[in-house]
């Protein structure tokens, strides 16, 4: 019935205009939980003669930038660990959860989530630390063992990668093996002058390795967190200057054993320093697509600050987690404001939080960290032995996931394109809108766009107010109001 409807809405569409059918919403009252509506057969229509709104949403079709690569989070040791044992203990439960969190299939009431950062070797979310190849001395790297890592990581991942073939796979190390580096250990310390070839080519390895076991990586990072020398967990000093040295190598080894396309990706680290990505980029911006960035200090703007410097180099952000005890709806606005929208509207082709799922105490984590310090990081997902539930991570994700995701089955992915909004209440709406091409020039493109309404406070005081908007597109208006919360909807336009 579903593909039925869809059909039946394309078709009418060509025949009659734009209309708006398609709804998901999320409120700040959690009355709505990532719900999908479809208005058939009263779609709201695009036409002439609508009055304004309080605020009105301008949409710029002709303005287009960056695409989309997607949304999605990390799946570290514990995450894997804990979702594994979800499979063995409520099979269905867990294939149900899979299919929420990754089915990109058109129409599916899922989140289509499509970026996965996976770690190479340890990081604090792990049961020991490890590396793939911890051989002492073993430059030949004729020890390295991707299987170092435990099988459940390799369970899960297969499960992940049939319900969603084209997820994009993101590896990057918490650190490099221990005998690589001055202190010996994988806690802390920076990487030896001497190693940088060898790291070189354990990356390399480790892309390999990925290939062999069926899973073709998307982009490699050279560390995570960078400026983070933490003693208690894997982590390792690296300067830009190294990053560079050593990413000229890399990019030359990918390129001469057929992983030209395996893009690699900076810095790996917070807002605040925007001179670390830039001197990588301006010292080896040939070996690099791009830089990514984290969220744990500094503010978002600073995308667009790298992105003036280099307007051809890649932006991405990998990496944001929520803090167990915190509000909610505060959460999902703040998250909205800086990362579900702010972040692409600075040019980030990716939005990633921090582990795909942890326990409802933020647990696994390496004994004896002191990461995720206080109430602990809490997951995209919260799994308690043959259960789930997913928190407020997900649900801004997911609606801007379903804003960019191919409308064909391989077909194209979401672009950002021009908005604005105006109006008496234009501060409270939060825009962004894309453009998704289809395989079939002469179908339809379907627009989208991402709202939060975050007017909540209306007169200095708690009381939470709908905004009645009027979009424009193409010299016609849609009326819609938009609850407190966040909305994504969507029509079809001529190419």
Not at 6 to 31: E, H, K, N, P, V
Not at 281 to 309: D, I, L, P, R, W
Request: proline residues 5%.
């Amino acid at each position: 019935m579903r593909s039925t409807l869809i059909f039946l809405t394309s078709a009418f569409l060509c025949a009659s205009g734009q209309q708006i059918y398609d709804i998901f919403t999320t409120t700040w009252d959690r009355s709505s939980l990532f719900k999908y509506t479809n208005l058939s057969p009263n779609p709201i229509n695009f036409q002439s003669g609508v009055a304004a709104g309080d605020a009105v949403i301008d949409i710029s079709p002709d303005t287009v930038y960056q695409t989309m690569d997607g949304f999605g989070a990390t799946l570290t040791d514990s995450s894997a660990k804990l979702m594994n044992d979800l499979k063995n203990g409520a099979w269905q439960s867990y294939w149900d959860l899979l299919g929420y969190l990754f089915d990109i299939t058109d129409g599916k009431s899922s989140a289509g989530l499509s970026a996965l950062r996976i770690p190479v070797g340890a990081s604090d979310f792990s049961d020991s630390v490890y590396s793939w190849d911890d051989t002492s001395g073993d430059t030949s790297l004729s020890q390295f063992n991707i299987n170092s890592v435990p099988s459940y990581v390799w369970t899960v991942l297969a499960d992940i990668v049939y319900v969603q073939p084209s997820i994009k796979l993101y590896i990057v190390p918490w650190s490099p093996p221990g005998w690589m580096k001055e202190s010996g250990s994988m806690k802390g310390g920076s990487l030896q002058t001497q190693y940088f070839s060898t790291y070189a080519n354990y990356l390399l390895k480790a892309v390999q390795a990925f290939k062999n076991k069926g899973y073709s990586v998307y982009a490699v990072s050279l560390q995570n967190e960078p400026l983070n020398s933490n003693p208690t967990y894997p982590t390792a000093y690296l300067a830009s200057a190294d990053e560079a040295t050593i990413g000229q190598t890399l990019r030359g080894l990918l390129n001469s054993n057929g992983l030209s396309s395996v893009k690699l990706i900076g810095y790996e680290h917070n807002w605040v320093n925007t001179s670390y990505p830039m001197d990588v980029m301006g010292k080896a911006g040939s070996s690099f697509a791009g830089v990514s960035f984290h969220c744990y200090e500094g503010a978002v703007g600073a995308q667009t600050t790298f992105h003036n410097a280099f307007p051809n180099a890649e932006v991405h952000f990998t990496e944001c987690s929520g803090m167990l005890g915190t509000d909610w709806w505060g959460d999902i606005k703040w998250n909205m404001d800086n990362l579900v929208i702010g972040a692409p509207q600075n040019w980030a082709r990716t939005v990633m939080n921090w582990a795909l799922a942890l326990d409802a105490s933020g647990n696994p984590k390496l004994p004896g960290t002191d990461s995720c310090g206080g109430p602990g990081c809490r997951g995209m997902v919260t799994i308690s032995g043959t259960t789930w539930s997913v928190n407020q991570e997900f649900y801004t994700l997911a609606q801007g996931s379903r804003a960019i995701l191919p409308k064909d089955a391989g077909g194209p992915w979401g672009q950002r394109i021009g908005s604005s909004v105006s109006g008496s209440l234009s501060w409270a709406l939060r825009v962004n809108a894309f453009v998704t091409k289809r395989t079939n020039s002469s179908d339809w493109l379907r627009y989208s766009i991402v709202v939060l309404n975050w007017n909540d406070s209306s007169g200095g005081s708690w009381n939470p107010q709908p905004v009645k908007a009027t979009i424009n597109f193409k010299g016609v208006t849609a009326a819609y109001t938009f609850p407190v919360g966040v909305t994504t909807l969507w029509w079809y336009g001529a190419p």
